[in-house]
Structure formats: C-alpha cells, structure tokens
C-alpha cells in the first residue's frame, strides 16, 4: 500500500517515469525499504510513520551528492565520493547499490532528483501542518483524489484491453 501511494504522488509530479529524469519503481521500493531499515522495530510496521520519515529523509535530510544507499545488510549508507565509477554526469541523483547486482547503483539517471527533493520536503510540510476542520484526509494534501481517478481509470482500461 505505501509503495502504491508514493507511485501515486510520483505520477503526480511527474516523476514516475525514468525516461524522463523520474524515479523506477525498484528504486522507489529501495527507497521505501531503506526509510523502513531506519525506524525503530517498533514503528517499522506503522505506515503513517514510514510515510513521514520517508518524504522527510529525501526531503530534508539526505545528502544525494555525497551519500549513497544501501539496503544490504540492514541498511547503511555509503560516500558516494569515493565510489570509482560513480556517475557525476547527474551530481544530483540518487545512487543505490543494487541489492542483486554488486557494483550496479540505481538511480542515477534520475534527473529530476532536485524536484523529487523539493517534492518530498513540500509533502513532509504540509503534512505536519495542523489539520483544518473541514479537511478529509491528511494525504489528500500531498496526493489529490483526481490523480487517484485518473490512475484508476488508465487501470480499469489496461484490464479491459487485455482481458477482452
């Protein structure tokens, strides 16, 4: 469920695509195993929790120059600066190490890492605002209901083409 509503706020800003500088659904998986690797034990099964931590870690605290991810072993992070083929045609890019493939980073093309950062800070913000009365639902902040609309109507007619 996590995974799904940060492809939806992804679709949202447009960053869902990595053609065109977004973020792949494995290293968004990644990512949200990383943010999970970082909680307590105890707040690890808690999505509101993970969903807080995740958008403020990639919002306001990682470092995407000079850190790297691993979710390896638990979960650690690593100097980019010393890796020898890190790729710095993009210095502003999330670099992951492949859980699968040693010496393979995800990410790295995505170049539309300073929007993801400015989009996960301006999420954490508006969800750590005080709630209004009227307001329905705090994710409804950070993810409209048209979006969800519309992601169920593309959904609805993939189905219909293939099983039809």
Request: aromatic share 14%; proline share 3%; glycine share 6%.
């Amino acid at each position: 469920m996590l995974l799904m509503f940060i492809k939806f706020f992804l679709r949202e800003h447009k960053l869902d695509s990595p053609f065109t500088g977004g973020i792949s659904s494995n290293t968004v998986i990644q990512l949200i195993l990383f943010t999970i690797q970082l909680l307590d034990k105890s707040e690890r099964l808690n999505c509101g929790k993970i969903l807080l931590k995740f958008f403020l870690y990639y919002g306001e605290i990682f470092n995407y120059i000079t850190t790297g991810i691993s979710t390896r072993d638990g979960g650690r992070t690593f100097e980019r600066l010393r890796l020898s083929h890190a790729s710095w045609t993009t210095p502003i890019s999330i670099s992951i190490e492949d859980p699968q493939i040693p010496g393979n980073f995800l990410g790295e093309n995505a170049f539309n890492t300073p929007v993801f950062r400015m989009k996960c800070s301006d999420a954490y913000l508006k969800l750590i605002m005080n709630k209004s009365f009227y307001e329905q639902s705090l994710l409804n902040r950070i993810v409209s209901y048209k979006t969800l609309g519309e992601m169920n109507n593309f959904r609805m007619s993939v189905i219909d083409k293939f099983i039809s």
